[in-house]
């Protein structure tokens, strides 16, 4: 079939209270991608990305890298890794190779499915919506069956290939997999207090759930879930913020003792009280990766610019002592993957922003033991003049002040052996985990000094 490059996409934004308003236009031609307000939406609700688009009606183009040719805040809606993986699957389907589609088609067919409040019309023809309730347990295995399945021949299967039961559940997966990272997952809605019953539409009263499944292919295998939710306490434990969580019992055929479910926190759940009704609200969602341009593929950012950038943006020194809390928790608890998609902020309908919940927190050390956010220019062990320097950027009066929250920190990080025992996580994984662990603390023992 004949396939046509979207030219043009309006955005919208929903607010919090379900709203939606015109945000600009998105076009492109052979110069790029260029981006354009409407006046009344600056005037009433500010600037989308405040550090790289200016808050004017000017055209105004995007670079080329390292967003897909997109600018920054319109790069965040994108699909990454798994999400991208089911884009190309239903384009391939359509006869259309990966290689003919371009970052403003991907945004099409996110369309109003994506995280955050951005959403963009008109939606791709191809997009595969279904608004029917789906089966938690089917919707996991099938997502570990495509995880598991090699990329070529996941990819060379064809729609015939697929029964109707099949078809529906990949639906649902495109539908909600447009939430970045390259681990099997969905984004779904449920009832409160239901945890097999879900559906990709919502319904009154339902709650937005992002659900991780698990792979015998990712390092931890089986309890990835059950180790991110022992991260997840420690960063409770730490006052380091982490969204809202829960485990969800997996099928036995899955291979895992449960799943991760984390309710997502740019959305805010349409309300029925006393016969008035709210439809269901987004807040606005900005990566540091979009917002200062920093390629979340190669080590580009350092806490020092994450924390200026916090607490420009947030107008707030709590904001960069949040982020320091956050950026010691990651040093001590081999949290290396912590890459500039890893970093998020909120910005409410009046404009101010705050930093998102600390997400995707778990045990991922890099090979080298390298972090991907560098501290002070150092991807491992920081000295300790280059942590001091931090805590002042950070807003600290004094490294006292700063190595409280360090030793609070490392207290947390300490309960990891008890917590993962409670989890039932194997005795092997733990004690690797913990080996690990102790390592960390050795190699910053200046910070305690």
């Given amino acids: 079939m004949s396939f046509k490059p979207i030219q043009k996409l309006a955005v919208t934004r929903t607010l919090s209270s379900g709203e939606q308003v015109a945000v600009g236009v998105l076009a492109q031609n052979r110069q790029g991608v260029f981006f354009q307000y409407v006046d009344r939406y600056l005037q009433q609700f500010g600037n989308l990305s405040p550090l790289t688009l200016q808050a004017n009606v000017q055209l105004q183009a995007a670079p080329k890298e390292p967003h897909q040719g997109l600018h920054g ?7 990454d890794g798994w999400g991208m993986l089911l884009q190309d699957r239903i384009f391939r389907q359509k006869g259309i190779l990966p290689n003919q589609i371009t970052a403003m088609d991907r945004l099409a067919f996110v369309g109003n499915q994506g995280m955050g409040a951005l959403s963009f019309s008109p939606v791709s023809e191809f997009s595969a919506t279904t608004n029917a309730d789906i089966d938690l347990d089917s919707l996991g295995l ?40 390259a681990r099997p997952k969905a984004q779904i809605f449920m009832p409160v207090g239901e945890t097999k019953q879900c559906r990709t539409a919502a319904q009154p009263n339902d709650e937005a759930w992002l659900i991780k499944f698990t792979s015998k292919n990712l390092a931890l295998g089986h309890e990835e879930g059950l180790c991110e939710a022992v991260y997840l306490q420690m960063a409770e434990h730490a006052k380091c ?56 593929r190669t080590p580009s950012l350092d806490y020092i610019d994450l924390i200026k950038a916090s607490r420009q943006l947030c107008k707030s020194p709590a904001a960069g002592q949040l982020q320091f809390r956050r950026a010691i928790f990651n040093l001590l608890s081999s949290n290396q993957d912590d890459h500039s998609k890893n970093w998020a902020f909120l910005q409410a309908d009046d404009g101010q922003w705050n930093p998102a919940p600390f997400y995707d927190v778990t045990y991922s050390p890099h090979p080298f033991n390298e972090h991907a956010t560098a501290f002070g220019g150092y991807g491992k062990a920081p000295p300790l003049k280059v942590m001091q320097k931090l805590a002042t950027s950070a807003g ?43 390592q960390r603390k050795q190699e910053n023992a200046a910070l305690f000094l």
């Avoid at 069956?145 to 996941?154: G, P, R």
């Avoid at 709210?278 to 341009?293: E, F, N, P, V, Y």
């Fill in 142 to 181: 099938e997502a570990q069956t495509l995880f598991d399945a090699s990329m070529s021949d996941y990819l060379d299967r064809q729609q015939d290939d697929l029964d109707g039961h099949s078809q529906q559940v990949l639906a649902a997966l495109v539908a909600g997999g447009s939430s970045g990272g």
């Fill in 396 to 438: 600290y009066g004094c490294w006292q002040d700063a190595k409280q929250v360090i030793e609070e920190v490392a207290e947390a990080i300490g309960q990891f052996t008890y917590l993962a025992q409670q989890q039932g996580i194997r005795k092997t994984t733990v004690s690797a985990i913990a080996k690990t662990l102790d």
């Fill in 73 to 79: 805040v319109f790069g965040d809606c994108l699909p």
């Fill in 241 to 296: 913020q982490p969204p809202v969580w829960q485990l969800i019992e997996a099928p036995h055929t899955s291979g895992a003792p449960a799943w991760l479910a984390l309710k997502r926190f740019d959305y805010v759940a349409e309300q029925t009280n006393l016969g008035s009704k709210s439809r269901a609200g987004r807040l606005h969602m900005h990566s540091a990766c979009g917002l200062l341009d920093a390629d979340f």
